[in-house]
C-alpha cells in the first residue's frame, strides 16, 4: 500500500523535480475520490529554509530526518551530484529503505540513492547528461543511458525532468491500480503511461576524440554522410594502414568506425525529420542509410521509436509525415 510519502530534499535542490514529487503525491484530490497521502517535506533540520537551484527560491522543510520513519515512498528530487552529503541524511535513507520504504529517485537524485549504497548491484537510470559520472562513481550500478525509468521493485530511478512523472504515475498506477494514475495524469494533462523502455530522446553529441590526428578525417565522414565508406578508404585518407587507423580510431573516439557513422547518420535522419518534408526514403538517400527499410532499422534500435514517430512527436510545425 502507498500512503505516506517523504520527500528528501538536499540543496540546492532541483524546483522543477520537486514539484513533480509534489503534484502527484502532494496535492489533496479526495474531492475527486482518490486517496489521500501523507505527505512529508524532509531535511536535514526542521523549520530551516533550504536553497532550491532556482535563484532566489527557498523551501522550508517542516519535517526533520525523522520524517522518513514510517514512510511508504521516500522519493529524492534531483539535487548536486557531489559527494559532500551529510551522513544523517545518507543514514536515514538507508533506515527507511531497510525498513521497506519504497526509494523513488528523479534526475540526479539517483547519486543520493548510490551514495546511500541502494544501487550496488541493482539496475537504475538518471538523465542522459549524469549516466557516464553515475557509472563511474557507482561501478557496481548497472546504469541503462536510455530508458525513462527502472522499476527494480524497492528501486524506481527515473531519468531526467519529465520523465520523473513517468516514474511516479508508474509507481501510483503499480501500487493503487489504473483509475487512480489516470486520474491524477488528467489533472497534470499528462500522457497516463510512457513505457518506462522507451528511450531518452538525447541529441548525441558528435563522438568527442582525444588528439587531432584524425580530426580532418572525422570532420570529412561528418560531412559526407551520404558517401559509402569502408575502412579501407578512411585509412588511405588518413595516410595509416587499415590496421593502425582502426586502433587509433577506437582509442580516440571511443568506438568503431561504422558505429561512429551510423550515429552520425541517424542524427542527421533526426534533424531532416525534425525540419524537412523530404520523404523516408529521401532521407535515408542523404544520410547514406541507401533505403528508407535500413533507415527505420538504425533509426528504431537507437532511437527506441520508427522514424515516422519521431517527426509526429518532434518535427517543427507545417511539416509532413514520412
Known amino acids: 500500500m502507498l500512503s505516506t510519502v517523504a520527500a528528501v530534499l538536499v540543496e540546492p535542490a532541483a524546483m522543477f523535480e520537486f514539484g513533480v514529487v509534489c ?6 484530490r479526495t474531492a475527486d475520490g482518490l486517496p489521500a497521502f501523507d ?21 522550508t522543510p517542516e519535517f526533520g530526518l525523522d520524517g522518513l520513519k514510517g514512510a511508504d515512498l521516500v522519493a529524492i528530487p534531483a539535487s548536486r551530484t557531489t559527494t559532500n ?6 543514514d536515514a535513507i538507508r533506515t527507511a529503505s531497510d525498513a521497506g520504504a519504497t526509494v523513488l529517485t528523479v534526475c540526479s537524485g539517483a547519486f543520493l540513492a548510490g551514495e546511500a549504497g541502494l544501487l550496488d548491484g541493482r539496475k537504475c537510470t538518471t538523465h542522459w547528461r549524469y549516466v557516464e559520472a553515475l557509472a563511474e562513481r557507482f561501478p557496481t550500478a548497472v546504469v541503462d543511458p536510455d530508458v525513462l525509468f527502472v522499476d527494480e521493485g524497492n528501486l524506481i530511478t527515473s531519468a531526467g525532468t519529465a520523465a520523473g512523472i513517468d516514474a511516479c504515475l508508474h509507481l501510483v498506477r ?4 489504473s483509475s487512480v494514475a ?5 489533472r497534470m494533462v499528462v500522457p497516463p503511461q510512457r513505457d518506462g523502455g522507451q528511450r531518452q530522446f538525447i541529441e548525441r553529441p558528435v563522438v568527442e ?3 587531432d590526428s584524425l580530426s580532418s578525417t572525422l570532420e570529412w565522414m561528418n560531412d559526407n554522410l551520404d558517401l ?3 575502412i579501407d578508404d578512411l585509412a588511405f585518407r588518413s595516410t595509416m594502414s587499415t590496421r593502425t587507423f582502426a586502433r587509433k580510431f577506437a582509442a580516440e573516439t571511443g568506438t568503431t568506425p561504422v558505429k561512429w557513422l551510423t550515429n552520425q547518420r541517424v542524427l542527421l535522419a533526426k534533424q531532416l525529420l525534425e525540419d524537412t518534408d523530404l520523404t523516408l526514403d529521401r532521407i535515408a538517400e542523404r ?8 533507415l527505420r532499422h538504425h533509426f528504431n534500435r537507437a532511437v527506441g521509436i520508427p522514424p515516422a514517430d519521431y517527426r509526429r512527436r518532434f518535427a517543427a510545425p507545417g511539416v509532413g509525415s514520412v
Open 209 to 211: 576524440y582525444r588528439s
Open 39 to 59: 505527505f512529508r517535506v524532509c531535511g536535514l533540520e526542521p523549520g530551516r529554509p533550504l536553497r532550491m537551484s532556482t535563484p532566489g527560491v527557498a523551501v
Open 85 to 90: 552529503v551529510d551522513p544523517a541524511i545518507l
Open 287 to 294: 544520410c547514406g542509410f541507401g533505403s528508407g527499410a535500413l
Open 23 to 28: 503534484e502527484v503525491f502532494g496535492l489533496d
Open 174 to 177: 503499480r501500487e493503487l491500480g
Open 228 to 230: 559509402p565508406h569502408t
Open 182 to 186: 489516470n486520474a491524477i495524469a488528467r
